[in-house]
């Protein structure tokens, strides 16, 4: 069975500095990797999505950055946190585009 | 105009009784139509699909999709407390998923 795995479960880091994190998911080949956000409140937000390999297409424009270095990993990076950052970032996949995505157990991240 | 809409909430049902959970969406060329129920501070956690018009029945989960008046919802038989949730509603348009904001349900022992 598929089963993805992201860490860290929760993070807390200063505005400046730098983030990274993974996403791999295991039991399946050429997922459809997705990274969405959802602040306090508000909806699920996707940031980025990859098709293959080194294929990244962002939805939003911001200081984030993903890359597919591995079929199976996918990475959400920044070079300098902003307050803004905060919130749950969730790493998903799915089978094909319009097939349902399932989700890992996400990332809690606060910016201080 | 929002892709996805749900009333937030908050939805209270007694124990036993069924919940009706609602999504509208803007886009009629809208291919495929999700269900997510998201415990608080956990990820969301799929519970249904459709793709078709009609109604589709999972155990005490049913799905209703009406694309010609663009809406999509789900009903929750016999309600739980663990049905406590966010429910998500996800529609899958042009190259990308669009959520709602979520419903709050509670069920009250």
């Known amino acids: 069975s598929q089963t993805i795995h992201q860490w860290p479960a929760t993070l807390v880091q200063p505005v400046g500095s730098p983030l990274s994190l993974e996403c791999t998911v295991e039991g399946t080949s050429n997922p459809n990797l997705y990274w969405y956000r959802q602040a306090a409140g508000r909806g699920l937000q996707l940031l980025f999505y990859?098709?293959?390999?080194?294929?990244i297409s962002s939805e939003v424009p911001q200081n984030l950055s993903a890359s597919r270095p591995q079929d199976r990993q996918f990475i959400l990076s920044s070079k300098k946190l902003l307050l803004s950052d905060s919130g749950f970032y969730l790493c998903?996949?799915?089978?094909?585009?319009?097939?349902?995505?399932?989700f890992g157990q996400g990332t809690r991240l606060t910016v201080v | 105009q929002k892709e996805v809409e749900q009333n937030s909430g908050p939805l209270s049902v007694p124990e036993g009784a069924i919940a009706s959970l609602n999504c509208t969406y803007s886009?009629?060329?809208?291919?495929?139509f999700f269900w997510y129920r998201q415990y608080s501070g956990k990820s969301p956690e799929l519970i249904m699909f459709?793709?078709?018009?009609g109604d589709k029945e999972d155990g005490r989960f049913t799905a209703q999709l009406n694309k010609a008046s663009q809406y999509v919802s789900l009903l929750i038989r016999d309600s739980q407390p663990s049905d406590s949730a966010t429910y998500l509603c996800a529609v899958y348009t042009g190259n990308q998923f669009y959520f709602g904001t979520g419903t709050s349900l509670t069920v009250i022992p």
């Open positions: 998903a996949w799915s089978v094909l585009l319009w097939l349902e995505a399932f």
């Open positions: 886009d009629r060329g809208s291919q495929s």
């Open positions: 990859s098709v293959g390999i080194g294929q």
């Open positions: 459709i793709y078709s018009n």
